[in-house]
């Protein structure tokens, strides 16, 4: 399993929190694309997958409001609440869509690109203040909103090639800069702004994930790449997943690029297997070695979202899981999923709490891998894990913030 090479290793995540191993090789990505050449380029190559999607950053304002939709068409909704949030602000929008998703099926259920027709607005009504859209946002629904942000920012484009300064400028900037959380936020955007804009080219766009400032950059870009992979905002299907290979392309990328892959991998595996969670379980035991714990992190990520963060029905799945380290890897990830979501400890804090004795330790630290990236100060930290966290598993909480 991979290490964290110092402590914002350990803290500049939300959706998934570590870096790649320390000193990771440097070398080719392995895929290859459909015509033979090498897929590990950067920026300098223009993707040949597809052609750019036409959607992607693409939101203009009209008079369309949520009142007009009746629920029965999801592109509605989303043009609603982006107009919303392009004439009142997007605080306004995300708090409307936060009531919402409580109270209409329709919108939970499309959350997460509605989130990003929200960001993608808002970066319009600041005239693409990247920095300025962030810092008016949240992270509702796995924080869509600023992976909009991110898709839209690309939109003006002339050429892919030129992608890769464009990246390397767009996270740069004290409102980004001003929380680790919307520091990893932003850089997670660019993965899915760069497969979408490339057309859903994986390998070109982990070569320009490659040209970022530093190897943690550069691995947080991987975790959107592989994430807008394997669920496409916009319902397309990328070719870099197969039917008959759940885990593909996992084994054939790079060493540097495997964290995250196999931290997305059981939502393919789950999407093709109509959630047999023993079916996942086996699947995520035979994977490389190295990566199992990894997979089976994923695997309780998908636990907490499918069951709509139900402590219970999450300990029955890891349950599943066939073994005691799978099952605390299971939980673990279920609990740092959960406070990410909810930007907060206390669901999580109730997750860990059902969980067997010997899984419980873990599992709050994965409360505070999350915790480190949610507030600014190492007070803010600790009182976080104080109020939510019981006593003698606090020291495990503030150890998973890098606070022990």
Not at 14 to 34: E, S
Not at 246 to 259: L, M, S
Not at 272 to 284: K, P, R
Request: glycine share 10%; charged share 25%; with cysteine.
């Amino acid at each position: 399993m991979p290490r964290p090479r110092s402590r914002r290793g350990l803290l500049l995540a939300a959706l998934a929190v570590a870096l790649i191993a320390a000193g990771a090789a440097a070398g080719a990505v392995l895929l290859t694309r459909d015509d033979g050449g090498d897929a590990g380029g950067g920026g300098d190559a223009m993707p040949s997958a597809m052609d750019a999607h036409p959607v992607a950053g693409t939101f203009e304002p009209d008079d369309l409001e949520l009142a007009d939709c009746d629920g029965s068409d999801p592109r509605c909704i989303e043009q609603a609440f982006g107009n919303l949030a392009y004439a009142e602000g997007p605080e306004r929008a995300i708090a409307e869509f936060d009531a919402a998703m409580q109270a209409d099926s329709s919108v939970e259920s499309n959350c997460h690109r509605i989130a990003h027709t929200i960001g993608s607005a808002a970066l319009a009504r600041f005239e693409g203040d990247v920095g300025e859209a962030f810092a008016a946002g949240s992270a509702s629904c796995w924080s869509g909103y600023y992976h909009g942000i991110l898709e839209r920012a690309f939109a003006d484009l002339e050429s892919l090639d030129q992608a890769g300064p464009v990246a390397r400028e767009l996270c740069k900037g004290e409102r980004i800069e001003e929380t680790e959380f919307l520091l990893y936020q932003c850089v997670h955007g660019l993965g899915h702004g760069l497969m979408i804009h490339s057309g859903y080219d994986l390998p070109w766009s982990l070569g320009i994930c490659d040209e970022l400032a530093d190897r943690w950059s550069q691995s947080s870009c991987t975790g959107g790449v592989f994430m807008e992979n394997i669920a496409s905002s916009y319902g397309v299907k990328s070719k870099w997943i197969r039917d008959d290979d759940p885990v593909y392309p996992c084994e054939d990328v790079a060493d540097r690029h495997k964290y995250y892959c196999y931290l997305m991998v059981t939502s393919r595996v789950n999407e093709l297997n109509g959630f047999d969670w023993a079916d996942t379980a086996s699947v995520c035991a035979g994977v490389e070695a190295e990566w199992v714990a990894i997979c089976f992190e994923s695997y309780g990520r998908d636990a907490s979202g499918s069951t709509r963060q139900d402590a219970a029905e999450i300990v029955r799945i890891c349950g599943l899981a066939g073994r005691p380290a799978y099952e605390e890897s299971c939980l673990y990830g279920a609990a740092r999923d959960i406070t990410s979501n909810d930007a907060g400890a206390e669901r999580a804090a109730a997750l860990c709490a059902r969980a067997d004795m010997r899984h419980r330790s873990r599992c709050y630290a994965g409360i505070g891998t999350i915790v480190a990236n949610l507030f600014p100060t190492e007070e803010e930290q600790r009182s976080a894990c104080v109020s939510t966290v019981p006593r003698r598993f606090v020291a495990d909480c503030l150890s998973g913030a890098g606070l022990a």
